[in-house]
């Protein structure tokens, strides 16, 4: 099991930022936005090292796109992949916050890239723990690269070994 620590607790030099944390921090209609937005600000005061990934920017974009297209979709009564499909002003009006929360990461986090020993590392994680792919992916650049810290609102991450995962739930 993961070592979990609440949002008052001490914090680590370097922490990985899961995307359902940087989703609850940019969507006010989130649960738990609020405590996310405060506890960022308090990683950024105590200056941490703040990082993420490519699956950090993909399912945060995913989460902002599909959400645009789900609002557009109830309203007139269709499916949100229809609406991909016939209303492309749509998702390009959704890609300006998505380029403006990536610019807000790249501005506050930094980069971590998916080598091929985390490649490797996601499966060995998928099956020990049940992890889902992406999950997996998180965990295991994060590993890769020394980062043993997580700030996520995803409980499956606290079934890992081995790791520190800062949570309100």
């Known amino acids: 099991m993961a070592e979990r620590r609440n949002f008052h607790d001490a914090l680590e030099p370097i922490v990985y930022l899961n995307s359902s944390f940087v989703i609850a921090c940019w969507d006010d209609r989130a649960p738990f936005h609020f405590e996310s937005q405060t506890f960022l600000r308090r990683m950024q005061a105590e200056g941490i090292v703040l990082v993420v990934s490519d699956f950090t920017y993909n399912e945060v974009a995913f989460y902002i796109l599909r959400q645009a ?6 309203r007139i009564g269709q499916r949100w992949e229809n609406v ?4 492309p002003h749509i998702y390009q009006t959704a890609m300006n916050e998505v380029e403006n ?17 985390a490649k ?7 099956r020990r ?8 992916y998180h965990v295991a650049v994060a590993l890769d690269a020394g980062v043993n810290a997580f700030v996520s609102l995803d409980e499956d991450l606290l079934n890992v070994d081995g790791i520190i995962v800062y ?3």
Not at 84 to 87: D, I, M, V
Not at 101 to 117: H, P
């Open 120 to 126: 490797d590392l996601a499966f060995t994680l998928m």
């Open 84 to 87: 991909l499909r016939t209303l």
């Open 167 to 169: 949570t309100c739930l």
């Open 129 to 136: 723990y049940n992890l889902l792919p992406t999950d997996a």
């Open 101 to 117: 929360v990536k610019a807000e990461m790249d501005l506050g986090a930094v980069y971590l890239s998916t080598s091929e020993s």
């Open 69 to 74: 297209l789900l609002r557009e979709a109830k």
